[in-house]
């Protein structure tokens, strides 16, 4: 029997997808504004979206997070993504939810990985997507060369004859203007609200089917407990209904909802019945994940839930078990952590833990270690104090064969950095796909690298290119191993006891390598002080003071000025760490240590480890 589908007209759910730093949040910003959202004069803040302190932060979108704007009487949800490949399982939650898709593209940089990345996610979706060439003000920008390379990348990615006639415009987001033609005169956005109303699809639905509504993402409120964030697929809800929630496992979890709320501009309003096609947040559910499907008792038809890639990247987490445990930390315990952690499990579907022998550590997975920095950084200022390891690449095996994730790497730099940027990738395993020199100064060239290669390289990229390189990637795949580098020739500089770091010690130590402490910073046995400028690991006395006599010295003495140090934020450090050494993490501080904090037992595992690789 054919499905009756039909659409509802009053609503537009749209995603918003692109590369880091290409417009996204500030679009958002000038729709809400010319929507009507905020009264005239009203003081309101930039990047609205962007509501975490990390995000605003390090200017970058983290999580996606839905909000809505209304036009001609339509209502219009707006689906903030992240832009970078780390927050990929955003991307594909987000994804879920919408009916089409808005791809922003920068007029001067053009596509990059990541667009390529959220994009293909968007094409694999099956969604409709329109093209917005954003910041045409730029000095630099090239607005019909860009088109015709959005062009090359949809071929790129078998886009079907009908997402390759796509609509285009052309846009200042900062300024809240989007034309048709370039030499347009407009100051407004009434063309793209126009076009989504006129090109985007209205939600489907079958009138015939039941209630069936997609949990895309997970809230929680001190009021009204955990809340479950999706679209209605079909049918319609009220609130005090009993529904059933059916699991992964097909179980049926019976549930009444105790309000609905739908989103208004930014806030969440409550009403009594949801319609279809609408993204909803229900409250009074407990055992609810993200994939899950509430649909009613009478006939529960679960929905496809939602697919995302499998981890590349794992790090253990422990508790911290330095002499200066506890000190500064609000949460210390396993038990804490391992919450913590499962709980962000239900939050980030692209984040998985795994439960060690010990219940003292976890391993962490993710998509890259940019993710995991962030649970981290934000673990840390909720109070939590823990040990993390380097971040590994996760292999997989077959046919007796290591494979190991592969990034397809692009690199902007000066010509003058061309050597020493291919030397650095050549010897971390990396093949050159491509060489494209513009003739201005500048050229862009494509490696294919393995995972493990870019963790702690992207710093050294920097200093090397002076600040003025840029590099990008995605996952290509899975490939052979490609054998073993070295990861770091500079051994540690490890203190090999407890106390204060005193100036005359530091001072004395300057000439073995860079510090990374400043006087009067206490330290335990183990604890890493410095990098040292050989490869093997030296033990000192950081709190050696001068030994004063009663001879007096020929000249004066000097005060004692120490150099400046190497400062290390939190993704600094995970770089910087070996496979025997761990970060520790606190609310105030970062410490860099050795796993083992026992220099003698350090050096009974060493003599083990060779003895075993002589065998």
């Given at each position: 029997?054919?499905?009756?589908?039909?659409?509802?007209?009053?609503?537009?759910?749209?995603?918003?997808?692109?590369?880091?730093?290409?417009?996204?949040?500030?679009?958002?910003?000038?729709?809400?504004?010319?929507?009507?959202?905020?009264?005239?004069?009203?003081?309101?803040?930039?990047?609205?979206?962007?509501?975490?302190?990390?995000?605003?932060?390090?200017?970058?979108?983290?999580?996606?997070?839905?909000?809505?704007?209304?036009?001609?009487?339509?209502?219009?949800?707006?689906?903030?993504?992240?832009?970078?490949?780390?927050?990929?399982?955003?991307?594909?939650?987000?994804?879920?939810?919408?009916?089409?898709?808005?791809?922003?593209?920068?007029?001067?940089?053009?596509?990059?990985?990541?667009?390529?990345?959220?994009?293909?996610?968007?094409?694999?979706?099956?969604?409709?997507?329109?093209?917005?060439?954003?910041?045409?003000?730029?000095?630099?920008?090239?607005?019909?060369?860009?088109?015709?390379?959005?062009?090359?990348?949809?071929?790129?990615?078998?886009?079907?004859?009908?997402?390759?006639?796509?609509?285009?415009?052309?846009?200042?987001?900062?300024?809240?203007?989007?034309?048709?033609?370039?030499?347009?005169?407009?100051?407004?956005?009434?063309?793209?609200?126009?076009?989504?109303?006129?090109?985007?699809?209205?939600?489907?639905?079958?009138?015939?089917?039941?209630?069936?509504?997609?949990?895309?993402?997970?809230?929680?409120?001190?009021?009204?407990?955990?809340?479950?964030?999706?679209?209605?697929?079909?049918?319609?809800?009220?609130?005090?209904?009993?529904?059933?929630?059916?699991?992964?496992?097909?179980?049926?979890?019976?549930?009444?909802?105790?309000?609905?709320?739908?989103?208004?501009?930014?806030?969440?309003?409550?009403?009594?019945?949801?319609?279809?096609?609408?993204?909803?947040?229900?409250?009074?559910?407990?055992?609810?994940?993200?994939?899950?499907?509430?649909?009613?008792?009478?006939?529960?038809?679960?929905?496809?839930?939602?697919?995302?890639?499998?981890?590349?990247?794992?790090?253990?987490?422990?508790?911290?078990?330095?002499?200066?445990?506890?000190?500064?930390?609000?949460?210390?315990?396993?038990?804490?952590?391992?919450?913590?952690?499962?709980?962000?499990?239900?939050?980030?579907?692209?984040?998985?833990?795994?439960?060690?022998?010990?219940?003292?550590?976890?391993?962490?997975?993710?998509?890259?270690?940019?993710?995991?920095?962030?649970?981290?950084?934000?673990?840390?200022?909720?109070?939590?104090?823990?040990?993390?390891?380097?971040?590994?690449?996760?292999?997989?095996?077959?046919?007796?064969?290591?494979?190991?994730?592969?990034?397809?790497?692009?690199?902007?730099?000066?010509?003058?950095?061309?050597?020493?940027?291919?030397?650095?990738?050549?010897?971390?395993?990396?093949?050159?796909?491509?060489?494209?020199?513009?003739?201005?100064?500048?050229?862009r060239i494509e490696f294919s690298i393995p995972s493990r290669s870019l963790i702690g390289y992207r710093d050294e990229f920097m200093t090397d290119t002076r600040g003025t390189g840029i590099m990008n990637s995605y996952l290509s795949g899975y490939e052979e191993h490609r054998g073993e580098f070295p990861v770091r020739y500079t051994g540690s500089i490890v203190s090999d006891r407890q106390g204060k770091a005193v100036p005359y010690a530091l001072f004395n130590l300057e000439p073995r390598g860079q510090l990374l402490i400043e006087p009067g910073t206490p330290v335990y046995e183990g604890m890493i002080v410095g990098e040292h400028n050989r490869h093997q690991d030296i033990d000192v006395n950081a709190c050696k003071e001068k030994k004063l006599t009663n001879m007096r010295a020929s000249g004066k003495d000097e005060s004692v000025i120490c150099s400046p140090i190497k400062a290390m934020t939190l993704e600094k450090a995970l770089h910087f760490i070996r496979d025997d050494e761990m970060v520790e993490v606190t609310p105030i501080s970062i410490r860099l240590?050795?796993?083992?904090?026992?220099?003698?037992?350090?050096?009974?595992?060493?003599?083990?480890?060779?003895?075993?690789?002589?065998?």
């Open positions: 029997m054919k499905k009756n589908i039909q659409h509802n007209d009053k609503l537009r759910n749209i995603a918003i997808i692109a590369h880091v730093d290409h417009g996204k949040t500030t679009l958002v910003d000038a729709m809400f504004r010319q929507s009507g959202l905020f009264r005239e004069g009203q003081q309101v803040d930039d990047r609205l979206m962007d509501s975490m302190d990390l995000e605003r932060e390090r200017g970058i979108t983290i999580s996606a997070k839905n909000c809505s704007v209304n036009w001609k009487g339509v209502k219009i949800n707006i689906i903030d993504t992240p832009g970078h490949a780390d927050f990929g399982g955003e991307v594909e939650r987000a994804l879920s939810m919408a009916d089409s898709a808005i791809l922003l593209v920068d007029a001067s940089e053009g596509p990059l990985p990541q667009t390529r990345f959220v994009l293909k996610k968007t094409f694999e979706a099956n969604l409709p997507v329109m093209v917005i060439i954003n910041k045409i003000d730029r000095k630099d920008a090239r607005p019909d060369e860009v088109l015709d390379m959005v062009y090359d990348l949809f071929i790129d990615l078998d886009a079907t004859e009908k997402q390759l006639d796509f609509h285009y415009l052309y846009a200042i987001g900062r300024d809240g203007i989007v034309k048709k033609q370039l030499d347009e005169d407009v100051d407004n956005l009434t063309v793209l609200f126009d076009l989504i109303l006129e090109e985007m699809p209205a939600p489907s639905y079958d009138p015939q089917a039941p209630f069936q509504m997609l949990v895309s993402d997970l809230g929680y409120s001190d009021y009204l407990g955990r809340l479950a964030i999706g679209k209605i697929f079909n049918g319609s809800a009220k609130s005090n209904e009993n529904l059933v929630c059916i699991n992964e496992d097909n179980k049926l979890l019976p549930l009444k909802v105790s309000k609905i709320q739908s989103y208004d501009g930014m806030a969440l309003l409550p009403v009594e019945q949801a319609q279809v096609g609408d993204i909803i947040v229900l409250s009074g559910i407990e055992d609810v994940k993200i994939g899950d499907t509430i649909c009613t008792k009478l006939e529960p038809v679960p929905l496809k839930r939602i697919t995302v890639d499998e981890p590349t990247v794992s790090m253990q987490f422990s508790i911290c078990t330095s002499p200066f445990a506890g000190r500064e930390g609000k949460y210390v315990q396993s038990r804490k952590i391992r919450e913590r952690l499962l709980k962000e499990t239900l939050m980030n579907v692209a984040i998985e833990v795994e439960e060690s022998k010990t219940d003292e550590s976890f391993t962490v997975k993710g998509r890259g270690e940019l993710q995991l920095a962030i649970l981290i950084e934000t673990m840390r200022r909720e109070g939590f104090e823990l040990c993390v390891g380097r971040p590994k690449v996760i292999y997989k095996y077959k046919d007796k064969k290591i494979l190991e994730p592969i990034e397809h790497l692009f690199v902007d730099c000066g010509e003058d950095f061309l050597g020493v940027v291919t030397e650095k990738l050549s010897i971390r395993k990396g093949k050159m796909l491509n060489l494209v020199n513009n003739g201005k100064g500048r050229v240590r050795k796993s083992v904090l026992n220099a003698s037992q350090r050096q009974v595992l060493k003599a083990k480890q060779k003895k075993m690789e002589q065998e």
